[in-house]
């Protein structure tokens, strides 16, 4: 059992520890040293040769993942939440180098937004990177069939999706990007920061409507400016997302396989701090065990709780011996009560049955006659209609 770490929150927090980082740098190791093992066995086969030409790093799979799992005494969320949380990271899971392809999904015009992201304002190695740009129109012209969506899933790694329609696209999308939380479009901010008077901010100008999605020249399109908008597209890319249920698991994806460990240790003490501060309600009294761990690989704990509930009543009292003798006999099978009733006959005979009277014999006699009578009046019938039937 990973012990608790002995610094003490600042007083007037309701956090009791926190994690301790040489116990994260400790986990970490073992865990990537397990996977590369893992993977290593898995190359030689049942042969058990191996190439002498691969690397050591080649072993793991780059897109193999690490995450961190956060179990809590109680429910974290009341609802499933479809539109994620955002914490940043000081490692990206998303290479700045590696040839990272993302999909804007905008308010409409789209137009407006493609003009600003193809600016000289917009940063041209973020600009190369996304590779479409789609507004609500016409992603719910071109992609409402599966295959569209399907196709749209495989062509992208990263989406990123205007705040102020996030919570419309799982209709639209649908199970291609709902099922899993792989894909799943990150919010981002793309609309113009409300200014400032006196310190206070001010409404917005109430925005025109355009009869055409090309004619933006005279319309005032509700658009942050193209740095505000990289700004808001590089700090999704950085950071890792957090889906909220009502559930007491929480799992979040906090690194790479072949990532050195000091990158998953500080990614794992960024994510425990902001998800406990931000999201757990009761903050550390609320924490029961943090994890990490791979996609087929047991959990590393790192920090577990001395207190397994939160008050008096999460505990169910103990029932009495009685109650308990009670529920124990209803619960016994049929072959148990066969058993006990066995032992019970070796104990003690049991009593006997009392016998049925015999019914008097006035009885039968009474239904012959009632039969006999039937019998007569059916000879009867049928010879009145043998009679008709010849006339």
Excluded at 37 to 59: H, I, M, P, T, V
Excluded at 104 to 117: C, F, G, V, W
């Amino acid at each position: 059992m990973a012990p608790p770490s002995k610094e003490v929150v600042a007083a007037g927090s309701s956090a009791l520890t926190r994690i301790d980082p040489d116990q994260t740098l400790k986990a970490s190791k073992a865990l990537l040293a397990h996977i590369k093992k893992a993977a290593r066995q898995q190359q030689e086969g049942a042969d058990g040769k191996r190439n002498l030409l691969q690397d050591d790093d080649d072993d793991v799979d780059d897109d193999t993942p690490v995450w961190l799992t956060l179990t809590t005494k109680r429910h974290i969320a009341d609802k499933a939440r479809l539109q994620p949380g955002k914490i940043a990271l000081p490692h990206p899971l998303v290479d700045e180098a590696a040839a990272t392809t993302v999909c804007a999904i905008t308010a409409d015009p789209q137009r407006a937004y493609k003009n600003l992201i193809g600016s000289d304002d917009f940063p041209a190695a973020l600009r190369r990177r996304i590779t479409r740009v789609i507004d609500l129109s016409k992603l719910k012209a071109k992609y409402g069939q599966y295959e569209a969506q399907r196709k749209l899933f495989a062509e992208h790694d990263v989406f990123v999706a205007d705040d102020r329609i996030i919570n419309r696209l799982p209709k639209m999308l649908g199970k291609t990007f709902y099922k899993t939380t792989v894909k799943r479009p990150i919010p981002v901010v793309l609309q113009a920061k409300r200014p400032k008077v006196d310190g206070k901010r001010v409404k917005r100008p109430e925005k025109k409507k355009s009869k055409t999605d090309d004619d933006t020249d005279d319309v005032a399109v509700n658009a942050g400016t193209a740095a505000d908008i990289a700004k808001e597209i590089e700090k999704a890319l950085g950071s890792a997302l957090v889906s909220l249920a009502p559930t007491t698991n929480t799992a979040v994806r906090v690194g790479y396989a072949h990532w050195p460990p000091e990158h998953i240790a500080d990614n794992v003490d960024a994510v425990v701090s902001a998800l406990v501060d931000r999201w757990v309600p009761q903050k550390w009294r609320n924490v029961k065990s943090i994890y990490i761990k791979g996609p087929r690989t047991a959990a590393l704990p790192i920090w577990q709780t001395d207190e397994l509930w939160l008050g008096e009543g999460d505990v169910v009292a103990d029932q009495d011996d009685d109650e308990k003798a009670g529920s124990e006999k209803a619960n016994v099978g049929k072959k148990r009560k066969s058993l006990d009733a066995a032992g019970a006959a070796d104990a003690s005979p049991a009593p006997k049955k009392k016998k049925k009277e015999a019914k008097p014999d006035g009885d039968d006699e009474q239904l012959d006659k009632q039969i006999t009578e039937r019998k007569a009046k059916l000879k009867k019938q049928k010879a009145a209609a043998k009679k008709a039937m010849e006339e």
